[in-house]
Structure formats: structure tokens, C-alpha cells
């Protein structure tokens, strides 16, 4: 008769290396001393070798005995090891999730998020890739990306959106301008200004909501400079290049000589949401969207 090893040859042969005794071994894994036996019997047979030298007196391993318990403690440890890993994936508490976002996400919404991910979590690695609202939509649609931070009314099905935070808008202006914080009226002011944007390909509805607050004053700024970098538009600003506009949190992390000015009055508000996939599989996911949302 032919067998074949099985994993349970491997724990039985563990255990009697381990006690060197066959009725200890038995009672260790709730088994019969005579099948104990046969089993030890079936695994040297089909291994060809001989594992224990066994006397009336005492069992010992024979030298492939010794080399094979080497071998089967680590073979044994890896699959417990890799059933822990799979349980915690599972749960969603191990693996790795795909964030994309635009910059100025990063200011404030998502080191938050991280920072409680990693506490909560810490099995879990997370991946974080700044883009723009097209490409993080297409990326969550193709399953490259988890989550995206995205500044937009709507995505396409079967996604899901849900605003994460609003802010408003502030001004940046070099440190020596001659508007302050008292004598700013509205943006009129700054009709003959050169203006630094966001580029319109970053967030086409970003770029639309600040150009609605010019029109609300009845002007056309003249734009000198558009980027996709938070940073390099206040170093354009800083060396006197224009005036930008900016979500007020994104001033934060910044030490560069320019001032922030938050126009309050105006009805224009930038809101940064969440975005994912309904038929996104990986465990993580809901635990991950359970942290942004949660207080």
C-alpha cells in the first residue's frame, strides 16, 4: 500500500521528536499510542529512512530524524504563521491599501487618517499616491487604487462619494503686500493683480469655483501662472510673481514669506470627499472608510 505525506504525519512526527515518548506524544495530541505508531510507521516508510531509533528503554532520533525536525519546525511555524496572516486579512487588519489624493489633502485630512490607520492597525501598509481627480477616479474604477481624496460633485457608478471636509477660501500674497486682513474688503481689490492658479487639468470643478468667485465681482483675473504644486505656487508668490487662491487649511506646513488672508464673506466653499468602490474586495477597505468618518 502507497501513501502519501500529509501535514498530520508532520505534527505527529514533531510531537514524538519533541517528548521522545511515544505514549506522551499520544496523549499530547489525543490519539491512540498504536496509531501514533502507524503513523510514524506510514512516514518512514514513504520517506524511506528511518527517524527513531526506539528500545524498550528510551525512542532517539536517527540523524535524518534530527535533519527532518529541523526542517518540520520551520515548515510548521511558516503555515502558522501564514494562518495568522490570512485570519488578520480576513478581518481586514493586515495587508495593504492604495490611497490616491490631491496635495492638499495631505495638509491635514489624511496624515490624520494614517496616523489612526497605522494606531488601530498596524499590520497594514499603506500606499499614497498625489494625482489628479481624473486620474484617482479611473484608478479606483480599474481596482489600482482603494480610496481617493478627490475635490468633485459626483463619479461615475458604482462609486461611492462622501464629503470628508469643507473649508474656504483663502488669499496668498506676498509678505510685504500692501493688503492686510483689516483693510480687505473682497477681491475686487486685487482687480490688477496678476493671479497664480491651480491648473484647470488638476480639478476642472476647482478651477471653476475659484473663477465663480471673480465673476461674483464682476471681473476676469489676469492669470500669470498656473501649477499643480501647492509649494511652487506660493514660491511664485513669495518672490512676487502674483497672488494665488487657496483652501484655507493648505496655508499649514508652509514657512515661506507670504500671508494668508481667509475671505470669510464670500458663498464659495472647497469640499475634499472620499471616493471608493462597492465592488472593491479588499478587507481593509471598510475598516479604513470606518476611521475617516469616525470622530
Known sequence: MSYQLELRHFKY??????????????????????????????MEEILNSKLFERTKRKVSL??????????????LNQLEAAKRQVELIEKGES?????????????????????????????VHASVDEMSNGAQI???????????????????????????VS???????????????????????????DFILFSRDYSPLYYNKIMSIF????????????SVHALTIFK???CGLGIAVIPTTLQDGFDLKVK???????????????IWSEDNRNPILRNAIDLIFSQ
Open 95 to 123: 495587508g495593504e491599501l492604495k490611497i490616491g489624493l490631491l496635495g492638499s489633502a495631505m495638509q491635514r485630512v489624511v496624515p490624520e487618517f494614517l496616523l489612526k490607520l497605522t494606531d488601530r492597525f498596524p499590520n
Open 13 to 42: 512526527f514533531k510531537a514524538v521528536a519533541e517528548e521522545l515518548n511515544f505514549r506522551n506524544a499520544a496523549n499530547r495530541l489525543f490519539i491512540s499510542q498504536p496509531g501514533l505508531s502507524r503513523q510514524i510507521g506510514q
Open 62 to 75: 536517527t540523524a535524518s530524524g534530527a535533519f527532518l525536525l529541523e526542517e518540520v519546525t520551520g515548515i
Open 167 to 193: 473649508d474656504t477660501f483663502s488669499l496668498v500674497l506676498p509678505e510685504d503686500h500692501w493688503l492686510t486682513p483689516s483693510k480687505f474688503k473682497n477681491i475686487k481689490q486685487l482687480a490688477e493683480e
Open 236 to 238: 511664485l508668490v513669495e
Open 138 to 164: 479611473e484608478g479606483v474604477l480599474r481596482g489600482s487604487l482603494d480610496i481617493g481624496f478627490v475635490r468633485v460633485a459626483r463619479v461615475p457608478e458604482p462609486l461611492n462619494i462622501r464629503p470628508v
Open 215 to 226: 465673476e461674483d465681482q464682476g471681473f476676469v483675473p489676469k492669470i500669470s501662472h498656473k
Open 260 to 274: 494668508f488672508i481667509e475671505m470669510k464673506n464670500i458663498p464659495q466653499q472647497t469640499t475634499l470627499s472620499a
